[in-house]
């Protein structure tokens, strides 16, 4: 859908090893100094769905497709990027590009880890990467105001509207808050996403952590949470360094290493279930002898729309959608039981498509 998450913060906080282990890979480098991410990496993950195991033993399918998120690992922001300090707006015009943003954020000491502020002071961090990002957005409403105040000298109504909000708008971000928390009406809404603002965009927070306090929680992740509650938004405490290394077992030590550390699954997964939903994704399924499969739709979309997902033609030519869901099939056990209690539906073009639905498309060719 190219639909993309991007992972930010400062230098050195554990962006790439995150990376990394999200993408099973060695693919972005993590290295202890600023800036070994220049080129931003980007990583195709597979969203974790436990329902993809229960639809491959109920219909014995010949092979399982999950659906997938892309990451992007963005280098490392430092004070004065957006005036162009540490290569600032190469790495914001990445930014920019991504729909999301996963920011993660330093939470343990470790001498041997070099810290760019020479400090471990999470919200410090946080405040830093977010006056980057508003002095970026500052800047671009600027740019927007020069061109409409030309366009509000006339008799044109709308550009005047436009400009008081643009006004308001950049008075709002001066005060150092973020234009997601902006309060505008649906008739402005467009405005908003046509200035494409770097903190106009969701946002939740990975907390990287030490071992211990993984288990035990500490003052950093505390203040992250508050933090983050007062945005609206979420934190992922993880513990990178342990992702990095889950990431590289088989399924068998896997599962022994968790277990050992007392996990029920890796910390990533959550990682990834989050980002999916920030993005404004969900998950319907289509399921069968030959193949059980996961397929990415942005939620309330119709059934017309979920079927392109599919291929273009299902769309074009739709004529119903056969739906059942997930719970009813794994309730009771098979189609014909489901069709039998009377759950399995045959709905048209204005149907909104549901997390969990399984479908079957009937279209002209």
């Given at each position: 859908m190219g639909i993309a998450c991007g992972i930010v913060g400062?230098?050195?906080?554990?962006?790439?090893?995150?990376?990394?282990?999200?993408?099973?890979?060695?693919?972005?480098?993590?290295?202890?100094?600023?800036?070994?991410?220049?080129?931003?990496?980007?990583?195709?993950?597979?969203?974790?769905?436990?329902?993809?195991?229960?639809?491959?033993?109920?219909?014995?399918?010949?092979?399982t497709v999950p659906t997938t998120i892309e990451f992007v690992d963005i280098a490392g922001l430092v004070k004065g990027a957006a005036s162009g300090e540490g290569l600032g707006n190469q790495f914001l015009s990445h930014i920019r590009e991504v729909d999301a943003i996963a920011h993660v954020v330093r939470c343990f000491e470790d001498e041997n880890v070099v810290h760019v502020s020479n400090q471990v002071n999470p919200l410090s961090d946080i405040e830093t990467i977010n006056t980057e990002l508003l002095l970026k957005d500052v800047e671009s409403?600027?740019?927007?105001?020069?061109?409409?105040?030309?366009?509000?000298?006339?008799?044109?109504?709308?550009?005047?509207?436009?400009?008081?909000?643009?006004?308001?708008?950049?008075?709002?971000?001066?005060?150092?808050?973020?234009?997601?928390?902006?309060?505008?009406?649906?008739?402005?809404?467009?405005?908003?996403?046509?200035?494409?603002?770097?903190?106009?965009?969701?946002?939740?927070?990975?907390?990287n952590t030490d071992e211990q306090s993984l288990k035990t929680g500490n003052t950093y992740i505390d203040q992250v949470k508050a933090y983050?509650?007062?945005?609206?938004?979420?934190?992922v405490?993880?513990?990178?360094?342990?992702?990095?290394?889950?990431?590289?077992?088989?399924?068998?030590?896997?599962?022994?290493?968790?277990?050992?550390?007392?996990?029920?699954?890796?910390?990533?997964?959550?990682?990834?279930?989050?980002?999916?939903?920030?993005?404004?994704?969900?998950?319907y399924l289509t399921a069968g002898k030959k193949?059980?499969?996961?397929?990415?739709?942005?939620?309330?979309?119709?059934?017309?729309?979920?079927?392109?997902?599919?291929?273009?033609?299902?769309?074009?030519?739709?004529?119903?959608?056969e739906v059942m869901k997930y719970a009813d099939l794994q309730r009771l056990g098979n189609e014909a039981a489901v069709k039998e209690a009377g759950l399995y539906k045959v709905e048209g073009k204005e149907y909104i498509v549901h997390d969990g639905d399984i479908m079957y498309f009937r279209f002209n060719v």
């Open positions: 400062l230098p050195n906080v554990g962006k790439s090893t995150l990376f990394n282990a999200l993408t099973s890979s060695v693919q972005a480098e993590a290295a202890n100094y600023p800036f070994c991410t220049i080129d931003p990496n980007v990583g195709i993950v597979n969203v974790p769905d436990e329902r993809l195991a229960v639809l491959d033993a109920l219909y014995s399918t010949e092979r409403v600027e740019k927007r105001i020069e061109t409409v105040t030309k366009k509000a000298r006339g008799q044109d109504k709308e550009a005047k509207d436009e400009l008081e909000i643009l006004i308001e708008l950049r008075e709002f971000l001066n005060t150092g808050k973020t234009a997601h928390l902006f309060p505008v009406n649906e008739t402005y809404k467009p405005l908003m996403k046509s200035l494409f603002l770097l903190t106009d965009k969701p946002v939740m927070f990975i907390a983050a509650a007062s945005q609206g938004s979420i934190v405490p993880i513990c990178a360094k342990i992702e990095a290394e889950i990431a590289q077992l088989d399924n068998e030590d896997r599962d022994l290493f968790l277990q050992d550390m007392g996990m029920e699954e890796p910390g990533l997964y959550r990682v990834i279930k989050e980002a999916y939903s920030l993005l404004g994704l969900i998950t193949e059980v499969r996961a397929w990415t739709v942005k939620k309330d979309s119709t059934a017309p729309q979920a079927a392109g997902v599919i291929h273009t033609d299902f769309e074009k030519g739709f004529i119903r959608a």
